[in-house]
Nanobody, 126 residues
Framework: QVQLVESGGRLVQAGGSLRLSCGTS????????MGWFRQAPGKEREFVAA????????YYADSVKGRFTISKDNAKKLLYLQMNSLKPEDTAVYYC???????????????????WGQGTQVTVSS
């Protein structure tokens, strides 16, 4: 069973930056495609960003494109989400997700992923 643990969430002012991390105890981290999702209060969980197993291919939701960067360090078994120019509407619990896949096709739906972390809270004040 792959366990994912997110960290890095906190309160930040609008316009600021944060870097979220997602670590795992899995032995085959390099073979996992991964993604970030978020869930704001009273809203459904939504896709944020995805990355393929090698880190060579990424995809972003329109709402974060140009502001967020997803990356993957297979040697350290860490997934990152660099978030810049944060807005109050970015406030949410952020979840990392993983699936065993060597495909170049990225998952943007929750059902595309088999493993989930517990989430980390990001709050952006105006």
């Amino acid at each position: 069973q792959v366990q994912l643990v997110e960290s890095g969430g906190r309160l930040v002012q609008a316009g600021g930056s944060l870097r979220l991390s997602c670590g795992t105890s899995g032995r085959t981290f390099s073979a996992y495609a991964m993604g970030w999702f978020r869930q704001a209060p009273g809203k459904e969980r939504e896709f944020v960003a995805a990355i393929n197993w090698s880190g060579s291919t990424t995809y972003y939701a329109d709402s974060v494109k140009g502001r967020f960067t997803i990356s993957k360090d297979n040697a350290k078994k860490l997934l990152y989400l660099q978030m810049n120019s944060l807005k109050p509407e970015d406030t949410a619990v952020y979840y990392c997700a993983a699936r065993l896949s060597l495909s170049e096709v990225l998952g943007v739906l929750q059902k595309d992923y088999d493993h989930w972390g517990q989430g980390t809270q990001v709050t952006v004040s105006s």
